[in-house]
């Protein structure tokens, strides 16, 4: 597990699209502390500042409700003064103001969530510092084989860029990884990283 946390700041109502928008972000190696998750509905969210110091980024989703919300607008200036760099994901620049104004932003589109979670990860690559170690500057998604009687570890490692992942999203291609104990085929969504389907290798 990295050191890496990502701090996600959200109106209460927008639990959902966070789900959507981290569904697969949350399977790789680094911690995401959702606000929603971290306190009860109605309470104070004043005791989650320790979440944004221990935080390498916050993520701040701004749909209507977010950008009026006095716990999203808090947190966003509390983590301006903690020196923790914050990146907006809203479906609109006009929602963006304050601290956030002329920020560039991850676009969020209900009816186009992979692309969403694209740039969301592509501005996460680029501020957080690579989840492998020194010696292998790439990210990696850890998970076990899921095959029947074989529990081994599999590691999906990402060392293609962005825009290359994205290329291979657009023509339907996929990356996979192979178990090494038993053979099991594991292909992933080159633009989100989301588990796709197994094939595991016929008996001889």
Not at 23 to 47: K, Q, T, Y
Not at 148 to 173: F, I, K, M, Y
Request: aromatic share 6%.
């Amino acid at each position: 597990m990295s050191d890496e946390r990502v701090f996600v700041s959200h109106a209460p109502g927008d639990g959902e699209l966070v789900g959507r928008l981290f569904r697969s972000i949350r399977n790789l190696p680094f911690d995401v502390h959702v606000a929603g998750e971290e306190v009860e509905r109605g309470r104070d969210r004043g005791s989650l500042r320790g979440r944004i110091d221990e935080s390498s980024v916050t993520v701040a989703v701004l749909t209507p409700a977010g950008a009026s919300n006095q716990w999203v607008n808090q947190e966003i200036g509390y983590a301006v003064a903690r020196g923790v760099d914050i990146v907006p994901a809203t479906s609109s620049a006009d929602l963006l103001g304050g601290y956030l104004a002329g920020s560039d932003t991850v676009t969020l589109d209900g009816e186009s969530m992979d692309r969403s979670v694209f740039e969301l990860l592509s501005a996460l690559r680029s501020l957080l510092a690579p989840v492998g170690g020194l010696d292998t500057p790439k990210w990696y998604l850890p998970f076990h084989c899921t095959v029947e009687g074989c529990s081994a570890a599999v590691t999906l490692d990402v060392d293609r860029d962005q825009p290359g992942l994205w290329r291979l999203h657009d023509h339907g291609r996929t990356i996979h990884v192979d178990c090494g104990e038993c053979g099991a085929r594991y292909h992933f969504d080159p633009g989100t990283l989301a588990f796709l389907r197994r094939e595991t290798p016929r008996a001889e």
